[in-house]
């Protein structure tokens, strides 16, 4: 038997229509009451609500919806004529007393407006004409018709103009929701990728066709210090969680700065007022002894702070407001160009972050399940062969041990690619869970050497070193022969220092583009502004290395990853 087609459900009216209906009832009829002083009267309203039942039961109904509607407008029409003829005695003049009915007439008018219905809306308009004047003709007060009065013909013109004009504003502003709701309907896709190509048309004409903030940062530290003394300086940017991060700074000495919002601090109160700050001692976290000027000029980008700049300088009254209007001269512009690269890093970090998650699901879902179906044949196979049948079996033994170490390999991509830095754990807490991870998988020994001060990396930086740091413990694993696995992490922003080593086998080639993964970690470091370094360990083995910044006192990049190597 063919099953029954469900029942359509009806279309009911919307609960703010019927509200509206019934305020419009109880009106015209206390002005009725108050007109005629009769409550026979109120007979016109009850005829209203019959005739409006249609709307309510089926409002888009193609025959009884359009109907009710007529029959509104006719009731009006009719019913005001014979309110103005038993208008009380006390009213203002004969044939006012139609005003009291007459107010009805916006509610079909305007729903049929709001629909859309041009034409139903005039055929209203000339049935609700043709009623007034009907009405008015066949009511009278006293020996002329009430049409002749001039009261009645005042009242019914004054409020078919109402009504027309009601339907025309009803029907322009439904046209205009309709547009807005057009260029707002969902083409996500087609509007982003809009939004991308004029991004990156945009990234292009850029001087220096950069979107990088700690290159703009640098720039901007650089162009301060030619224009006001700064012994310290910094550029700082909000990563979330009240907390800022360093993108640059300049100095002899690495300084821990205040990065927290929350505290007692000129960093704080320029954040909040978005107005420039001066104080007379250090926002390092450890103050320093004698004279200090410090300034702090929030990078207000429209109505949005997107960083700070901090100065100081170990002299007093190093900014008086003429150095003051100097640096602000310069930290405008720069904060337009600092919100557009950190959009683009947000963007950028966005679409990697949802690639990757769609690869784990594919991974996991498509791939990974066929190979444990595999498995589970092979065993099946394994327990069902002869007992004479020793070679296959052993074949069969040999073939499942590689698809056992083929679904490990792909259970740690899965684990590389859903692996991020935490916002409370830090880049340090994420690779040495992943070091910790993949050597108890691949049986090495993990030591892990963790230097990280409370000042966070950039979130796109963190990315990138985690990801570094991913492929150099990966290929030890994988292609080294390593027993031992060690890492360092040296996290003092804005720099930063990576470190992994083994003692295994090594490599021939040391260059970067030598092969596919080490090509893929020098293009991550290129893009943070580090640099990759890889060298032989003694007595055997490979040390990656991935530096960002300048360390923490003058010295040289080299001699810090060589020092770290000779352990």
Known sequence: ????????????????AVAARIVMLAL?????????????????????????LPAVIAPRHPVLAPLGRFAEVIVVGIG???????????????????????????????????????????????????????????????????IAKPGYLVVAAQWLILASLGTLAASTLQRIMQQREKAGRPQPYA????????????????????LDPGGISEHLVEELRGVARADRAAVLSASGGGRLVVLAQAGVDRVDWETSLDADSAIAEAWASQQPYTASRSQARSHR??????????????????????????????????????????????????????????VRSL????????????????????????????????????????????????????????????????????????????LAAAISEYARTVGA????????????????????????????????????????????????CSIDPPYAQIEVSDDGQGIADQRPDGRYGLAIMAERAERIRGRLEISPRSPSGTTVAVVVGTPPRRGSVRDSVTASEGE
């Open 80 to 146: 005001a004529s014979q309110v103005a003829e038993h208008t009380a005695s006390n009213a203002l003049g004969q044939g006012i007393g139609a005003a009291a009915l007459l107010p009805y007439l916006s509610v079909p008018l305007t729903v049929t407006a709001l629909r859309r219905r041009s034409r139903e809306s005039a055929a209203l308009l000339g049935t609700a004409t043709l009623a007034l004047v009907v009405g008015g003709a066949i009511s009278s007060t006293g020996d002329d018709p009430l």
């Open 28 to 52: 015209v009829a206390v002005l009725v009451l108050l007109t005629t002083q009769q409550l026979e009267q109120l007979w016109w309203v009850a005829l209203l609500i019959v005739a409006g």
């Open 1 to 16: 038997m063919t099953p029954e087609a469900p029942a359509p459900t009806p279309i009911r009216a919307h609960p703010l």
């Open 289 to 346: 002894r004698g004279d200090v000027s410090a300034l702090v000029v929030p990078l207000v980008a429209g109505v949005r702070t997107v960083g700070l700049v901090i100065i100081e300088a170990d002299v007093s009254g190093a900014y008086p407001p003429v150095v003051v209007q100097r640096v602000t001269g310069l930290t405008g512009p720069a904060a337009l160009r600092l919100e557009a690269a950190l959009l683009f890093d947000e």
């Open 351 to 426: 679409a990697t972050n949802e690639e990757r998650q769609r690869l784990a699901r594919e991974i996991h879902d498509g791939v990974a399940q066929e190979l444990v179906m595999v498995g589970y044949g092979i065993d099946n196979a394994l327990a069902t062969l002869p007992d004479d049948a020793k070679e296959t079996a052993e074949e069969l033994r040999t073939l499942r041990g590689e698809v056992t170490r083929v679904i490990t390999e792909l259970r740690l991509s899965l684990f590389e690619l859903r692996s991020e830095v935490d916002r409370q754990g830090g």
């Open 191 to 210: 509007e982003a990728t809009r939004l991308l190509t004029q991004l990156r048309s945009v990234a292009r004409q850029l001087p220096g066709a950069t």
């Open 441 to 488: 998988s691949g049986g090495l020994r993990v030591h892990v050497t963790l230097d990280e001060s409370t000042a966070r990396l950039p979130a796109a930086t963190e990315a990138e070193l985690l990801r570094i740091a991913q492929e150099a413990i990966t290929n030890a694993r994988k292609h080294a022969g390593a027993t031992n696995l060690w890492v360092s």
